[in-house]
């Protein structure tokens, strides 16, 4: 097989390759078994028919065509991994010649990753923020505890915000009930953000037993984005009450005896924690700072299909949230036209940065070690709240491994630029990435820098 290669621009090829027709005898011999399965002549069984008679009768041309569809394809594979090019989408194929016996010819157009030099990224300087942990960090990680545990009681005033109300919820559309748009003994935070616009108004100086009416737009059901006539009853008002800061409330929230001693445990936690983002700062920032050193063009190809890709799961978020497009957008307090931007620029950005760590993962000749694939499908599973097993095997019916395998190696070579990086905190101070890795893991991490836990975090 002979290949030649025309750049028609910096990001798409055009693949000429001749194959003599010897290399296609796999192909041919498949394709006269395939259409000896589906035709049917008097005398012959299913799949006896012999190689002569299926010509005489279909004609060769009908072999040709299954022999092409069959070898065209692998013979394409075969001609990418010769000429070192890599495709970033499906190639338009056309066969332009065909010598029965003798040889056969055809092109492929295919958008490719560009060639770029990957510069020097040994030594470059990077800012995180320090690692210093403020009392208003701690008193952020008490207040947190004490919303967990705190208690509600029931008051005889008109609801405010923070407190809790229980209540019924009907809708009615030009004075018809909408079946669907009704709900009892509803909890619900006044003042939380509903994306039912102006509860959280009509809420505030209601008291218990009291009925009142508000004009807003459905957000979810048959008659989403229609205007409707919301009337709330509530049944009763709780006000939060949060434990005092104590002792005994320690000993309630944690395994610590003193105040004293938790606050110490939730100081020791967020201090590792800080180190965590100091490790995860330094890689994005390290990597930043040389993706800003190198010009890419990215195929157009590519960025159509990660945008597109961006708005199906877009909208099966929006399909799975049950509300209109319109109410998703305003509980996320963004607008669909805002998304899509932040969709076209993350795109450009996120292909470059595959193209970048890609030549870092060969430069580096980085892999994945069956326990690397271990531990990536153990914390994702956990972070999906799933069993291990039943994501490998999800993973494994869907032909996602190699995708998974792509995004350790991917983050092994982020670490490696972020290893090489000079990095000093927003105080001044140097910041040794390899002295953290000691401390989170107990033993120095130098071979594998990409197994530092950066992903989790420690709860208070």
Not at 75 to 88: I, R, S, T
Not at 389 to 414: S, W
Request: charged content about 30%.
């Amino acid at each position: 097989m002979k290949t030649a290669v025309e750049e028609l621009s910096p990001t798409r090829v055009k693949l000429t390759v001749e194959v003599p027709f010897e290399e296609l005898r796999p192909s041919l011999d498949a394709a006269y078994k395939k259409v000896a399965q589906q035709v049917r002549v008097p005398g012959f069984r299913p799949g006896k028919v012999p190689a002569r008679i299926i010509e005489q009768r279909f004609g060769r041309a009908v072999v040709l065509e299954e022999t092409l569809n069959d070898a065209v394809p692998k013979l394409y594979g075969q001609a990418v991994d010769e000429v070192d090019v890599f495709p970033v989408s499906q190639p338009d194929i056309e066969v332009t010649k065909i010598e029965d016996g003798e040889q056969i010819e055809f092109t492929a157009e295919v958008d490719i990753r560009p060639n770029f030099d990957v510069p020097d990224y040994a030594g470059t300087e990077v800012t995180v923020d320090a690692a210093t942990v403020s009392d208003e960090d701690i008193d952020g990680q008490l207040d947190g505890l004490r919303q967990r545990f705190a208690t509600l009681t029931g008051v005889e005033r008109a609801a405010a915000d923070g407190d809790f109300v229980v209540m019924d919820l009907r809708a009615e559309i030009d004075g018809n009930n909408i079946e669907e748009q009704q709900a009892n003994e509803v909890s619900y935070e006044v003042g939380a953000g509903s994306v039912l616009q102006g509860l959280d108004e009509a809420l505030v100086g209601m008291s218990a037993g009291e009925e009142k009416t508000f004009g807003t737009e459905l957000v979810g059901g048959d008659n989403a984005g229609e205007q409707a006539d919301v009337i709330i009853t509530v049944k009763s008002v709780k006000e939060k009450v949060l434990p005092e800061l104590d002792d005994e409330f320690a000993q309630l929230a944690s395994e610590f005896d003193t105040l004293e001693e938790l606050k110490d445990s939730i100081r020791e936690t967020a201090r590792r924690n800080k180190l965590v983002d100091q490790v995860v700062q330094a890689r994005e920032n390290a990597l930043d700072a040389l993706l800003e050193k190198i010009d890419i063009p990215i195929p157009d190809s590519a960025l159509k299909a990660e945008v597109d890709s961006r708005k199906h799961n877009l909208d099966h978020q929006i399909a799975e949230s049950g509300l209109s497009r319109d109410a998703f957008f305003r509980l996320y307090q963004t607008t669909e036209e805002e998304r899509f931007a932040e969709f076209d620029s993350n795109s450009a950005k996120a292909i470059k940065t595959g193209f970048v760590l890609d030549k870092i993962v060969k430069a580096e000749e980085l892999g994945v070690s069956e326990q690397e694939l271990t531990n990536f499908v153990v914390r994702r599973a956990m972070q999906m709240g799933v069993q291990p097993n039943q994501l490998a095997q999800h993973l494994a019916d869907n032909d996602q491994l190699t995708l998974a395998m792509v995004e350790i190696v991917r983050d092994k070579a982020k670490a490696v630029v972020g290893d090489a990086a000079k990095i000093v905190d927003s105080e001044g101070a140097e910041i040794d990435l390899k002295a953290i890795y000691t401390e989170i893991n107990g033993e120095e991490v130098v071979e594998e820098p990409a197994d530092a836990p950066v992903e989790e975090k420690a709860d208070a």
